[in-house]
């Protein structure tokens, strides 16, 4: 249950796109498309963002958007606004009832 | 709405042993598997066990495992994790959460969180 690598910080500036990447192996996130995004506001619990690589929950903007490449999955951030500074965890499935999380990205509005 | 209501930090001893409550409410609760994910100090977020809807179905991250155990009570529509053998590095946040589907690909995110409960391991 190894941990999925996430950059540790990312920035744009309010209207830029930012994309923040999630790599992980053959045994979770290229084996299944099982991947989940959540934003944790300081102090807050996490608020589930993506699910299933690329399915946004109802009330989610669309400006957040993911996809997946073979063991790497990404998050983006269309037209960001400051409500967007968070930090960013990736997860994905391991299969036999486990899931890794990322060791979360801070993105700046600048 | 679907609330998560948690129950149970503390502070305890080195080795020591807690009992963490998640009352749910809002949602048919028999029907959804559950999960604990636990944040440390300053640190990113941790999937700890999962717990399927009937509870037949259960596991364990390899830290925990032998040490934590996960139960529910579907008649009170409450979910618990008993913590046994505590030590500095189980200290933190610990949040349950809802997986999103009741079967099926939704099934493997987490859409509902609890306000979570702190755990501090001290002497």
């Known amino acids: 249950q190894s941990a999925l690598t996430q950059p540790p910080s990312a920035s744009g500036s309010p209207g830029q796109s930012v994309t923040i990447s999630c790599t992980g192996t053959?045994?979770?996130?290229?084996?299944?498309?099982?991947v989940s995004w959540y934003q944790q506001h300081p102090g807050k619990a996490p608020k589930l963002m993506i699910y299933e690589v690329n399915k946004r929950p109802s009330g989610v903007p669309d400006r957040f958007s993911g996809s997946k490449s073979g063991n790497t999955a990404s998050l983006t951030v269309s037209g960001l606004q400051a409500e967007d500074e968070a930090d960013y965890y990736c997860t994905s499935y391991g299969g036999s009832y486990t899931w890794m999380f990322g060791g979360g990205t801070k993105l700046t509005v600048l | 709405e679907v609330q998560l209501l948690q129950s149970g930090g503390g502070l305890v001893q080195p080795g020591g042993s807690l009992r963490l409550s998640c009352a749910a409410s809002?949602?048919?609760?028999?029907?959804?598997?559950m999960s604990w994910v636990r944040q440390g100090p300053g640190k990113g977020l941790e999937w700890v066990s999962f717990?399927?809807?009937?509870?037949?179905?259960?596991n364990y991250a390899d830290a925990v495992k032998g040490r934590f155990t996960v139960s529910r009570d579907n008649s009170n529509n409450t979910l618990y994790l008993h913590l046994y053998s505590l030590g500095a590095e189980d200290m933190g946040i610990y949040y349950c959460?809802?997986?999103?589907?009741?079967?099926?690909?939704?099934?493997?995110?987490?859409?509902?969180w609890g306000q979570g409960a702190l755990v501090t391991v001290s002497s």
């Open positions: 717990i399927s809807g009937s509870g037949a179905t259960r």
């Open positions: 053959s045994s979770d996130v290229d084996d299944y498309n099982y």
């Open positions: 809002g949602l048919s609760f028999r029907n959804f598997a």
């Open positions: 959460a809802k997986m999103k589907g009741a079967a099926g690909p939704e099934m493997y995110s987490f859409d509902y």
